[in-house]
């Protein structure tokens, strides 16, 4: 129903009204103003309907319960609700007062109330509702304006002027005559001119510049009927003008200004004064400086002056002669305008900066000092109280703090500003320096004159006078005359600046003439962080000039100043190297390193950062490598590789390392070359690190990341070939080159590479199992191997998709070194591995000898699949057009060898008849060729001999007459040395065949 949303509010209302606690107002607050925010237009217009019909509906009722009665009841709910919405207008008044509601909660509860008694007015109220409304209305949108929400008091501030269009109407409707329609006409125009007001003030907040000048304007014509406004409206142009300049809106700004001002001289009975008259104008000065003061100067300047005879004022004097500055005025009217200065009692500061502002225009051609400066601190003016900014001065005071510490020469200076020659004579300058001490002789501040004369001096390259005047200081400095700690302050800061500039001329004993000055000022024996930095800055001096003895003096003085100071043990290193002290300079940068990590613990002191540190160790190698110091060298590249965040630095770093240390091993003993050989594996490390890191670097782009991978992969890659007398640190090169390899683009190259280097790896770990290592340690080197082989097929599979790898070797490499790994793991796949290879057809006879061979090397021990290797060399073997008779004497021998150990003589049948096979392809092969080793046929004669024999010892005869009739065969077959074994072996023979015969005596015989 329509009256719901409005019962609604009004519970919360009376709820609000009864609490007390502050966290409950506010959540109350804000509860009621989401409630009342959402009540629509048409909750009200229904409201007003239900007034207006016969028999109107209460809140509670169903149309079905509508009647004539009822209409008053509804009445009297809606004057409830309005009653309870002035209550709680009053309430916000009130707790707002007490500090209970704030700003903001209270232009919060504002618009609810004017809200609720806007639903409840119905269509024609009386005159003093509607004067309410007005009231609540204005009240409500100037609320939303004081607490920075503009866009929100539009809405009420258009209610109040209809509202007021209302009211006028139903004056004028009830006027007797003329006289009548001119008391409501100036009635009514009171309201107009706030609400109007309002609105400007609402544009201006919003930046609708022509909705607000529009609003100003009929502001300002209705002056002639409200004179006593040209104050209020006179300010409030004026706080249009302090906004739109604080939001360098200078072109809005210069037009509320002039406006101010305009309206300010209207009625001089009513005028805002000539104080603030001067001051706006000073302002309008200001903006048209600011705007742009080549093109507005001259109504700058203008401003300026009618400020001035509005008002003398020293912020206007101060103004007047920096626009003057600007504008090349002659020095007559430069010295005219200083000379007004004359006329007000001022206080130093102002003198000072009055004397800064000529020096700064002097030296830079164009003031420094902001005109804005102080206009960034002011409040707009409160309209309602009428509260005036108070002291709305020019900036004319030099707001720069004196810096606490003082910097170093070369890397602890502060910079100096490039010395330009004055637009204007030196008179004026002088002059005004001259009378200021005469009118304060007894300030305890006289010293910043005398340092400002001492710095147009030296701006004017009057170097000696400037130095009378430090003399003069110097003295008074120890007859009771010191200047205060600030001035004493800026002193050294100006006496370290003329020695930085003679520093950079490269005029280093006119710098610690300088430098000398500052000393002065030190008493014996004193600690301070800026005494250090002085000495630190003499002791450079002192190493340009080769004064070495005055320089470790000077650095002895910074060392009892701050021993833990990384810019003096800088200085340490530095006459370390001029001496070639290797072994200090070290010394010194690894304290420098140490330092370098963490930041100074002195509050007082130049806080050592890691971009100082790192400029200090970097300096420190250049000066080395300037030395041909290497080995300093190395140690300042290495800990500034460690500190070291930008990327590009941090690679070029290590590559002069890499380099450095690469020529240091050349020309070692190898048994000095394990250090350094770790050490370059570690820089390579660290680049790996870094490249892996660099992806979140901006700066270092994709193309950097490539060129600096490729030239570190390559770098390793030669390492790894320089030291492959030392196995492991070659597969730590290779491992290294492939990892960095990993960050290139994935070409041919790159991919052969890569491939190259795990099999590497992979051969490296293999040889080293094979050495006497642990059991455990050999299991690990063979696991490596497994996962570089792993690896390096993934890469092999992708590469001979890019070409035609026929006579490439990497596939029986990865098998040999597979079957190596895993028949030594007793891996229990090694099976199916080697089902896959008796399965290949173009696998080679060697290949199958070294599994042969791998089969039964420690720990592994596969005597059946050695023998199914050689079984099929062999076969191969014997495939061939012309059968090389060594390779195959070699397979034979090692396939009999393992089918017929040594000194066994109880052997199976079959194993028998399985050797007396190879042995007869071995005859054959024997008597078909004369390529046949001697010595491989001597061996075949003796191990069938020997079979025969012992089969003789077992007393089975027949097969001792077979074994050694085949020994008799080879015999046949030898050259040289068959008359060696040729009698021996007959004799034996014939006793083998004698025994048979007589063995076959004692055999039954079959016939009987």
């Not at 618009?111 to 204005?138: H, Q």
């Not at 400029?615 to 490598?625: H, K, V, Y």
């Not at 021998?893 to 190879?918: F, K, M, R």
């Not at 071995?922 to 001697?934: K, W």
Request: aromatic share 8%.
């Amino acid at each position: 129903m329509a009256g719901e949303p409005l019962a609604a509010v009004e519970g919360l209302v009376r709820e609000l009204l009864r609490e007390e606690a502050p966290s409950r107002i506010a959540a109350l607050t804000e509860e009621l103003f989401q409630a009342a925010g959402s009540i629509s237009e048409e909750d009200g217009s229904a409201a007003e309907v239900e007034l207006r019909l016969p028999g109107p509906m209460p809140l509670s009722s169903t149309p079905e319960e509508m009647g004539v009665p009822r209409a008053s009841h509804h009445r009297a709910a809606l004057a409830q609700v309005e009653e309870g919405a002035i209550s709680l207008w009053n309430w916000a008044v009130t707790k707002h007062a007490g500090s209970v509601v704030n700003d903001e909660q209270r232009a919060k509860l504002r618009f609810v109330a004017c809200r609720l008694v806007c639903l409840c007015e119905g269509s024609d109220p009386p005159e003093g509702t509607i004067r309410r409304r007005i009231l609540m209305s204005m009240k409500t949108g100037k609320g939303w304006i004081d607490i920075g929400k503009a866009d929100l008091a539009d809405r009420f501030l258009e209610i109040a002027m209809s509202s007021i269009e209302k009211l006028y109407a139903k004056l004028l409707k009830g006027s007797d005559g003329e006289a009548d329609i001119h008391v409501h006409k100036a009635d009514v125009e009171k309201n107009l001119f706030k609400v109007l007001s309002y609105q400007a003030e609402s544009a201006v907040a919003q930046g609708d510049f022509q909705k607000a000048v529009m609003c100003m304007q009929r502001c300002k014509d209705m002056l002639m009927k409200l004179p006593k406004e040209a104050c209020y409206l006179s300010i409030l142009c004026y706080n249009f003008g302090v906004e739109t300049y604080e939001w360098k809106r200078y072109e809005e700004s210069s037009f509320w200004l002039s406006q101010s001002y305009d309206i300010g001289k209207m009625d001089m009975k009513y005028s805002v004064g000539k104080e603030m008259q001067a001051k706006v104008l000073r302002l309008l000065a200001t903006a048209y400086f600011e705007w742009d003061c080549n093109l507005y100067l001259d109504q700058a300047l203008k401003a300026i002056s009618l400020a001035n005879q509005e008002n003398l004022h020293p912020a206007g004097v101060f103004l007047k002669v920096k626009i003057l500055l600007k504008s090349g005025a002659s020095d007559e009217d430069i010295s005219s305008a200083v000379a007004e200065f004359l006329h007000h009692e001022l206080s130093l500061d102002f003198c000072l900066n009055t004397a800064k502002l000529l020096l700064e225009h002097g030296r830079d051609g164009d003031s420094t000092t902001s005109l804005g400066s102080l206009f960034q601190c002011l409040t707009t003016l409160s309209v309602k109280k009428f509260f005036l900014i108070s002291n709305l001065n020019l900036p004319w005071r030099n707001l720069r703090p004196f810096p606490l510490v003082l910097l170093l020469v070369a890397w602890e200076k502060r910079p100096t500003p490039t010395l330009l020659q004055p637009p204007f004579r030196e008179s004026v300058v002088f002059d005004f320096l001259k009378s200021v001490p005469e009118r304060f002789e007894s300030s305890p501040d006289l010293g910043k004159i005398t340092l400002l004369h001492i710095e147009f001096l030296l701006q004017n390259e009057r170097e000696l006078l400037a130095k009378q005047k430090v003399e003069e200081i110097i003295v008074g400095h120890y007859t009771g005359k010191q200047l205060l700690p600030e001035a004493l302050n800026q002193l050294h800061i100006i006496l370290w600046d003329r020695a930085a500039k003679h520093y950079e001329a490269k005029s280093y004993s006119e710098a610690l003439h300088w430098y000398n000055y500052s000393v002065s000022f030190y008493t014996p024996g004193q600690i301070d962080q800026n005494l250090a930095k002085l000495q630190r800055n003499m002791a450079s001096c002192y190493l340009h000039l080769k004064q070495v003895d005055k320089a470790k003096e000077a650095i002895k003085e910074a060392e009892r100043c701050d021993p833990n100071g990384i810019f003096t043990k800088f200085i340490v290193y530095k006459i370390a190297v001029m001496e070639k002290d290797t072994d200090k300079a070290v010394e010194a940068v690894i304290e420098m390193g140490k330092l370098a990590e963490k930041p100074s613990q002195h509050e007082n002191k130049l806080r050592v950062d890691e971009n100082t540190g790192t400029n200090l160790l970097s300096l420190a190698a250049q000066i080395a490598l300037e030395n041909e110091q290497q080995v300093v060298a190395i140690k300042a590249l290495e800990y500034l590789s460690e500190h070291l965040q930008d990327c590009r630095q941090l690679f070029a770093a290590l590559k002069c390392l890499v380099r450095l240390t690469l020529s240091k091993v050349m020309a070692e003993n190898e048994e000095k070359r394990d250090e350094d050989i770790n050490s370059m594996l570690t820089y390579l490390t660290l680049a790996h690190k870094r490249l892996a890191e660099s992806f979140t670097e901006r700066k270092f782009t994709g193309d950097m990341r490539i060129l600096e991978a490729h030239w570190f992969r390559k770098v390793a890659w030669n390492l790894a070939v320089q030291f492959r007398g030392c196995p492991e640190k070659m597969r730590d090169f290779f491992l290294l080159s492939f990892k960095l390899s990993q960050f290139c683009p994935s070409d041919k190259a790159v991919l052969i590479a890569q491939k190259t280097c795990l099999l590497m790896a992979a051969a490296v770990d293999l040889e080293m199992g094979r050495q006497e290592v642990t059991r455990s340690e050999q299991t690990e080197l063979l696991t490596q191997a497994l996962q570089h082989l792993q690896a390096c097929k993934e890469i092999w599979k992708v590469l001979k998709l890019t070409g035609d790898f026929a006579k490439d070797p990497t596939d029986t490499l990865l098998l040999l070194y597979e079957f190596e790994a895993r028949s030594k793991l007793n891996d229990p796949t090694l099976h199916n591995l080697m089902e896959s290879v008796w399965e290949q057809p173009q696998i080679e006879v060697k290949t199958l000898e070294i599994i042969a061979s791998l089969a039964m090397e420690s720990p592994a021990r596969y005597p059946v699949l050695c023998k199914k290797a050689l079984k099929s060399a062999l076969n191969l073997h014997r495939k061939q057009t012309v059968i090389d008779a060594v390779k195959f004497s070699k397979c034979l021998h090692s396939l009999i060898n393992l089918s017929l150990p040594t000194g066994l003589t109880d052997l199976d049948a079959c194993v028998l008849q399985e050797v007396w096979d190879y042995f007869e392809d071995a005859l054959s092969i024997v008597s078909s060729t004369d390529a046949y080793p001697e010595m491989e046929i001597l061996w075949l004669m003796t191990r069938a001999w020997n079979t025969g024999i012992f089969q003789y010892t077992v007393g089975k005869y027949k097969e001792a007459e077979q074994w050694c009739g085949l020994g008799m065969h080879f015999l046949n077959h030898l050259g040289s040395l068959k008359k060696s074994y040729e009698g021996h072996m007959i004799g034996l023979y014939s006793e083998v065949l004698d025994k048979l015969d007589r063995a076959k005596g004692f055999l039954p015989n079959e016939e009987e």
